[in-house]
């Protein structure tokens, strides 16, 4: 399974989001926009337009964002798309 989360070091919602993944026992592979941005237009162009951080995607799915990560995770089914994507 590969999670990638594009992030902004500082950014509140990557640090939320990258806590919940580190609990669930996920390695993630995270993509620094500020430090390359170049990869800013392909996060843009694989999360459907959308232009906040964090964009996560396992297995190269796209989940969303932070809001849509802590969505999955109430609703039970981010433990699912984690053990099925294993």
């Known amino acids: ?6 992030i902004k070091p500082t950014c509140p919602y990557c640090i ?14 995270e993509y620094d926009i500020t430090k390359q941005p170049h990869l800013r237009d392909e996060m ?3 999360a459907n ?4 951080v964090p964009q996560i995607f396992i297995d190269g799915v796209h989940i969303g964002g932070c809001d849509d990560l802590f969505v999955l995770e109430h609703s039970g089914e981010l433990d699912n798309k984690l053990t099925t994507q294993k």
């Open 16 to 29: 939320d989001a990258r806590a919940l993944l580190t609990q669930k026992g996920v390695d993630i592979h």
């Open 49 to 52: 337009g959308r232009t906040t």
């Open 1 to 6: 399974m590969m999670i990638e989360m594009y």
């Open 44 to 46: 843009i162009k694989r």
